[in-house]
């Protein structure tokens, strides 16, 4: 088992870095398009499908250097990492494009979606439109939005390690 660590580690970290950049790449590409405070579904499904991509390439590296056999906790494991990773990273580059790039970018993403929330819901009164802004300003702060985040990617990470290990596993003979 000793064997397998480093490889897992350095699996994890090349591929942790490897979704970084393409992540922070889609993500400079909706900035200079001023699309990333829109938070579009689309976009959504495009990161979700970048993960997606990149977790299944490195199982199956993996497997390839463990002589074509892959456990389902290792690819959890492995799942699970390169997620951690990008999701730190990831917290780092939004810290960065809210407080460096583009400081009114929460200004603008919640002016947005309230104004989006007005076109579905004409009926809304401003005062309940002040109030889901006071609520949204909240769960906007660094913090909170940081801890979203790594907990939004690991839990995806995870799901995505489960379906993808339950496809490319393959025990190894006893």
Known sequence: MENTSP????????????????????NLMLYF???????????GIVGIVIMIGVLLYAFIDHKKQQEGFLSLSETL??????????????????????EVLDPGMMEKALDFQLEKMRMDNPELTQEQLDGIRSMQEKFSTPL??????????????????LIGGLIVKKSRPE
Request: no cysteine; net charge positive; proline share 0%.
């Open 144 to 161: 909170i939005r940081s801890a979203f985040q790594i907990i939004g990617s690991l839990f995806i990470g995870f799901i995505i390690s």
């Open 33 to 43: 398009l001023d699309m990333h405070y829109q938070q579009s579904q689309m976009a």
């Open 7 to 26: 490889s897992l580690k350095t699996t994890i970290i090349t591929y942790g870095l490897i979704l970084s950049a393409i992540s922070i790449a889609f």
């Open 77 to 98: 494991k492995i799942g699970l990492g390169i997620s951690a990773l990008a999701g730190l990273i990831g917290v780092v580059y939004t810290f960065v494009l809210t």
